[in-house]
């Protein structure tokens, strides 16, 4: 049987990525939608034929929990929301996909595994790059050591909201529980993490000067950071949310070679080449693969290759990183 999901939240994401790969998952469909918005209601039930029956607000979105269509709830709204309607999709005894990042702190994110836990579901982070062959490809040659041992990563990642609108969630602390190092330094700890399949063991972190201060009174600018893992190995790491060049890298160098994606991080486009070469690997819709995989485990009561726990791991690590920039830049150790 296909899973059923609804979508929790329809802005661009739902709306670019996510409904349109879902008319192209073989283990799962859009079943269903929960929204603020009653035009958006219309207009999504029309596009994709959605019964009246599965469309639900905010309010009475716990009524989802008689809703036999709907077996998966995702998460695709605001960071400081994961948390509530994780939950209640928890309580509701739906599985449940959450965007990343998880949560806006460590503490939160543990909440919902142990929410997902109690009430008997399983709990998935939207980190798409683990089903895409370029990122799939580097955690091969970190992980097993393909060119030797890996020495040194670097990754950035970095977009310029600067000449866009102020009034957005993802500039408010409130919404976004942080700024650029919440939204795609993720991608960058994900990257130097699954390079090394293994969490670093410290970090130390700066923020960067703020040169748009109308932009950036609640969030920071950017950061910079280093992961370090056991045996030395560092991982140099750069986000912003006012980089004109708007980076995307994920680069490794090892004991007998290096690799780099660029892009990494985006949805098409993703290019790699390694000291060997140039590499060479179709581009996927990398959502399809994740919410296929996701469904797929969740059908055989089995944890999905990003689950909850990843999330919590990587929310320490974020943490972790703005503990070191509000403290100048002290090494702060993570414990897992
Ligand atoms: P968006 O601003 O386009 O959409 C957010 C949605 O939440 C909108 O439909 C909005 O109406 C709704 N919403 C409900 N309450 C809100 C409130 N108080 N303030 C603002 N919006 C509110 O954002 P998006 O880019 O679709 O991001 C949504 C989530 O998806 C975030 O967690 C983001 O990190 C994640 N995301 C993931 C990827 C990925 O590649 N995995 C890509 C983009 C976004």
């Known amino acids: 049987k296909k899973l059923g999901i ?110 997902c836990n109690t009430n008997g579901v399983k709990l998935a982070i939207g980190y798409r790059l683990h089903f895409e062959p370029f990122n799939k490809r580097v955690m091969e040659l970190g992980q097993n050591e393909i060119f030797g041992k890996v020495q040194s990563i670097k ?37 130097a993490v699954y390079t090394m399949g293994k969490p670093p063991v410290a970090v130390k972190a700066k923020f960067g000067e703020v040169t748009h201060p109308a932009y950036f009174r609640d969030v920071e600018q950017s950061v910079k950071w280093e992961m370090e893992f056991e045996d030395g190995v560092v991982a140099e790491c750069e986000t912003s949310y006012a980089d004109p060049e708007e980076k995307k890298l994920l680069y490794g160098e090892a004991e007998n070679g290096w690799w780099k994606l660029d892009p990494a991080y985006s949805y098409e486009g993703k290019k790699g080449e390694t000291s060997e070469g140039k590499m060479d690997f179709p581009n996927v819709y990398e959502q399809v693969n994740q919410m296929d995989s996701q469904a797929e485990s969740f059908r055989n009561n089995q944890e999905s290759i990003v689950p909850g726990e990843m999330g919590v791991r990587d929310m320490k690590i974020l943490m972790a990183i703005y503990e070191s920039a509000e403290n100048g830049g002290k090494r702060v150790e993570i414990q897992y």
């Open 6 to 115: 609804a979508l929790v939240g329809l802005g661009r994401y739902s709306t670019n990525q996510l409904a349109p790969a879902l008319q192209e998952t073989e283990n799962c469909y859009l079943a269903g939608i929960v929204t603020g918005s009653p035009a958006k209601a219309e207009a999504w039930k029309q596009q994709y034929d959605l019964p009246e029956k599965n469309i639900y607000n905010y309010n009475n979105f716990d009524e989802i929990a008689s809703n036999e269509d709907i077996d998966i709830v995702y998460v695709v709204l605001p960071i400081a929301m994961h948390a509530e309607f994780t939950i209640r999709a928890a309580e509701a005894k739906k599985h449940v996909i959450c965007e990343k990042p998880m949560a806006t702190t460590a503490e939160e994110a543990q909440r919902m595994v142990d929410a």
């Open 155 to 191: 990754a950035a990642d970095s977009s310029d909201m600067t000449s866009g609108s102020l009034d957005v969630w993802r500039l408010d602390k409130e919404r976004a529980g942080g700024g650029p190092l919440m939204d795609l330094g993720i991608y960058c700890v994900q990257g």
